[in-house]
């Protein structure tokens, strides 16, 4: 049986999409998935710097012919396995996103998972990895920018056909009003995922600060994910939403009620 492929993906930088595919897969691999994640990002790739590995190959590398697939491949934290990507401004003029198609054929025939992380923006290089995908992610912050550019980004997957599961809401505190955001959006919301002071800074969060919020967070999301990927009549709809309200009452530098007051709601106008 091949392999699920699921790509990460957000219109704006810096919202979380690579924390959430590492964690996601490493909190799948802990699931006893066997997961791949491809850092797809030909522009700005970080993987492999955010989780300090030392690797023999790039999927830029990979992409531009000079690479096979099983060079790149590299081992990180919790067993994980990911293609790191190249920083180098020649490596992105080298790589060919097509290629890419080849790449993810012949990791899902060795994995149980692929997750593909994407970069920003709405480019040609953003397009193939969502037309790829079996299901797509979107990743977003409550900034409202990064909302604006999160509905871009569901608006070019639909004009792909391409087939989103639905939205990640990410550094979510008390005050978030994720009842808009998700309207906003207009696709089904999977997960809240807190701002959680209290985790490293380390990579992934689910093996680096197991107790927090955080990466209770994401190992229920790893769940979802794990029902929508392997059993295929279940539809988004019938699946609770990740969410907990001690991520959140636990912190004392919010009073609840008066932000539900003054805030119509907040995260707690969704779920209470």
């Known amino acids: ?3 699920y492929v699921c790509t990460v993906a957000g219109g704006k930088g810096g919202v979380g999409k690579t924390t959430t595919a590492v964690n996601l897969g490493a909190a799948l691999q802990e699931r006893g998935q066997d997961v791949v994640v491809i850092d797809a990002d030909l522009g700005m790739a970080n993987l ?3 989780l300090e590995l030392d690797h023999e190959a790039s999927l830029h590398e990979i992409l ?3 690479a096979e697939v099983s060079e790149a ?10 293609i790191p990507g190249e920083q180098r401004l020649e490596a992105f003029a080298d790589a060919d996103p097509a290629q890419l198609r080849k790449v993810v054929k012949t990791l899902r025939s060795a994995y149980d998972v692929v997750i593909i992380d994407t970069g920003a923006g709405l480019s040609h290089d953003v397009a193939v990895p969502l037309g790829l995908a079996d299901g797509i ?6 900034d409202e920018v990064a909302v604006g550019d999160t509905v871009k980004t569901a608006q070019l997957a639909d004009r792909i056909d391409g087939n989103v599961l639905g939205n990640v809401i990410n550094r979510v505190t008390a005050l978030t009003d994720v009842t808009k955001i998700e309207s906003r959006i207009d696709v089904p919301l999977l997960a809240v995922i807190p701002d959680d002071k209290a985790a490293t800074m380390a990579e992934p969060l689910v093996i680096e600060s197991p107790d927090s919020t955080t990466a209770d967070a994401f190992r229920r999301l790893s769940a979802t994910m794990e029902t929508l990927f392997f059993e295929p009549d279940t539809d988004v ?3 609770e939403v990740v969410f907990e309200d001690s991520w959140f009452s636990n912190n004392p530098d919010v009073d609840l009620d008066d932000e539900e007051e003054e805030s119509g709601g907040g995260v707690f106008g969704l779920f209470n």
């Open 137 to 142: 992610i979107l990743v977003t912050t409550p």
């Open 64 to 66: 531009a012919g000079n």
């Open 1 to 3: 049986m091949a392999g």
């Open 73 to 82: 491949l590299t081992e990180a934290a919790g067993g994980l396995t990911v």
């Open 237 to 239: 709809s019938d699946v």
């Open 48 to 50: 492999g710097t955010m």
